[in-house]
């Protein structure tokens, strides 16, 4: 008969403010196998986990059961209570009762006897655990960072500073992500190409850091501190060790400035081979292959070839893929900016002077395309200026969630309007939030500038003899209003990058239901994901502000060079293994293992008095992170998973189902 322990956590009034913990203590002693139950007001705590310890010598406890939170956040720490206290740390079983029953069920006496029935079903399980061991594996020291934003950038930056090796990957041709695309940051109103462009070239100069720009990651394998990465280089047609970013090529080709351009939001146009901007890095010219007319219908003059003195043009280029290895990642991909023109009602590409937010960066910035200056579609200066918050945020027809910069950078484009044109301008909101350091001072400082705050979301713009109409009702009067502008800008705000799923199922990280990736735990592991040695940083995870989006990447950056610093990386115990004779050699097992951990193997055995050979499902130990799909898509039985076989998890069931354990 097993020694068992049980401690039932109060966890303050989490769990005790809807369980009768002292009952559910009481109760567990009863339960076979059970030598001491005790309940305690915090059990993770340092006295809390001295008490199991002693119990464990004092009563020659060979089982523990905790009922406490998630073990997702604590099993780590009860796991190594036990082993300071010399049990296999692995003979523990803990019961959710936080998530799975004080949160979830109100009724007193409901969640108690709820509690009853996970700790007699933890009990009847514990007593099948049996020693688990795991293998000690080599870390490849090189990391993987995937977006050229400013966070992508930060944490590149500081891995490599570190002395490790780093491979970034960014899609779009040139690294710089949005924050390239600004005028000016809040709210110090720092030139953002200023304080941006000095990491972008010590990016691409650090001798630690790969710069793999217009390229894509296509397919993940392998687990922490030994991933495989496959890279998927777009072709450019242009050699990049010949061009010399010169732009004479964009300046001879017939599609010049025909093309809306990414960088300016389509506030301007581009050539079919382009650099993406001026300060692009790196400086290379790239053709879209989309749109240059020779690529896409075979009739083109091909004036960038001529143009091109070096001879770079190269349109026999074509797509080809690399391999990495690589010991972690960080996913800093950014976020899209909401489209405006799912609300019909506020003219987003209906009505002419309407536009988003990032195209009045792209106005104001002296380096777009009207050179800085605030002007309407027809060349004029505005007279009056309407900035509109919540574009796709707080709204519950949309995104419910706040897009938490919308407020401020609304705020320091109505600054900027004030400081280049004598227009009036009005900000319509719902409420201020500037919770950053300085914010609150610069939204005093826009006050004071004669900005005019009308409190109340706008509704609907419309068109009246050649202005634009804006009608809110102002909650602070308590009436509709109607103010007429030239100019509209939407305050949009931050969603998930378009292609955010499918990233998530080539990393196998998990989405929160935002769409944003999702850490592991919002507070004590907020950077991380729950695929070990995937991280993530920017906004990403969710929106976030440029000196947010640089903490987090250094915090990112921070975990992996911890992960670095040591030579040996323990696998999971709690892995997938194959009962050879049960195998059929069917292999559906292989092709779900999300991390390559099954392969084919010949066996050779006797079946009665002849020897043959079959092919049967093998278990790399140093693969598997025990996922345990495998085992559910084999169809003998052959497959199962330490700590969750059938016996052990039949057990629990009929714990609970039929109120005695099995």
Not at 396 to 412: A, D, E, L
Request: aromatic residues 6%; glycine residues 8%; proline residues 4%.
């Amino acid at each position: 008969m097993k020694r068992i322990g049980v401690y039932i956590c109060h966890c303050g009034t989490n769990i005790a403010g809807a369980v009768d913990c002292s009952k559910v203590s009481r109760y567990a002693s009863g339960l076979p196998g059970v030598v001491v139950a005790r309940d305690y007001v915090y059990t993770c705590s340092d006295p809390g986990q001295e008490m199991i310890k002693q119990d464990i010598a004092g009563h020659k406890l060979d089982r523990v059961v905790i009922g406490a939170c998630s073990p997702r956040m604590h099993e780590p720490t009860f796991r190594n209570t036990l082993a300071e206290a010399g049990l296999s740390p692995f003979h523990l079983q803990m019961a959710n009762l936080r998530e799975h029953v004080s949160w979830v069920t109100h009724d007193r006496e409901e969640a108690t006897a709820k509690a009853m029935d996970l700790i007699r079903a933890a009990v009847a399980r514990v007593t099948l655990h049996t020693d688990l061991a795991s293998l000690e594996v080599p870390i490849t020291k090189r990391a993987l960072v995937v977006g050229g934003g400013i966070a992508g950038i930060q944490a590149a930056l500081d891995i490599a500073n570190a002395g490790y090796h780093v491979y970034l990957v960014e899609r779009e041709p040139s690294i710089g992500g949005h924050m390239a695309q600004l005028d000016k940051t809040f709210p110090t109103l720092d030139c953002s190409a200023c304080i941006l462009t000095p990491k972008m070239v010590d990016v691409s100069r650090h001798p630690n850091i790969d710069l793999l720009a217009y390229s894509e990651v296509v397919e993940v394998a392998g687990y922490v501190g030994n991933f495989r990465v496959r890279v998927r280089h777009k072709p450019r047609y242009v050699d990049s060790s010949k061009c010399t970013g010169c732009g004479d090529c964009v300046e001879a080709c017939v599609m010049k400035k025909r093309i809306p351009s990414e960088f300016e939001a389509g506030m301007g146009g581009r050539s079919a081979v382009y650099i993406p901007f001026p300060q692009a890095v790196p400086l290379k010219a790239v053709v879209d292959g989309t749109r240059c007319l020779f690529l896409t219908r075979g009739k083109c003059t091909r004036a960038c070839e001529e143009a091109c003195s070096r001879g770079a043009i190269r349109f026999d280029d074509s797509e080809r893929d690399s391999e990495l290895e690589v010991g972690a990642v960080v996913l800093a991909t950014g976020y899209d900016l909401f489209d405006a023109r799912t609300k019909p009602q506020y003219g987003y590409g209906i009505l002419k002077n309407v536009i988003d937010g990032l195209q009045f960066e792209r106005l104001a910035c002296a380096s777009g395309p009207t050179d800085g200056k605030i002007v309407l579609a027809n060349g004029c200066e505005p007279e009056a200026i309407a900035f509109l918050h919540c574009i796709g945020s707080r709204d519950v027809n949309s995104n419910r969630y706040c897009s938490r910069v919308c407020c401020m950078y609304s705020m320091k484009q109505a600054h900027l309007a004030r400081d280049k044109t004598r227009a009036r301008v009005y900000e319509f909101y719902i409420d201020i939030r500037a919770a950053g350091k300085g914010y609150e001072e610069f939204y005093e400082r826009v006050q004071e500038e004669g900005v005019h705050f009308i409190r109340g979301k706008a509704a609907e713009v419309s068109e009246r003899d050649g202005k634009l109409v804006v009608r809110a009702e102002d909650t602070t009067l308590g009436r509709p209003v109607e103010i007429a502008v030239d100019m509209v800008v939407l305050g949009a705000g931050l969603t998930p990058r378009s292609d955010a799923a499918e990233v998530a199922q080539t990393f196998h990280v998990t989405r929160s239901q935002d769409g944003f990736f999702a850490e592991a735990h919002p507070k004590l592991r907020p950077v991380e994901t729950n695929t070990r040695g995937i991280f993530l940083a920017g906004a990403c995870q969710g929106p976030k502000d440029i000196p947010e989006s640089v903490a987090q990447a250094t915090a990112a950056a921070g975990k992996v060079t911890a992960l670095f610093a040591q030579d040996f990386l323990r696998t999971e115990a709690m892995i997938a293994q194959v009962n050879e004779a049960m195998c059929s050699g069917c292999l559906w097992c292989k092709p779900v293992c999300p991390f390559g951990a099954i392969e084919a193997v010949t066996i050779t055995e006797r079946s009665g008095r002849r020897t043959v050979e079959r092919e049967v499902a093998r278990v790399n130990p140093s693969l598997c992170q025990g996922c345990g799909a495998c085992t559910a898509a084999c169809r003998t039985g052959a497959m199962s998973l330490l700590g969750y076989t059938d016996r052990q998890v039949l057990a629990e069931v009929d714990a609970i189902c039929l109120g005695t354990p099995s």
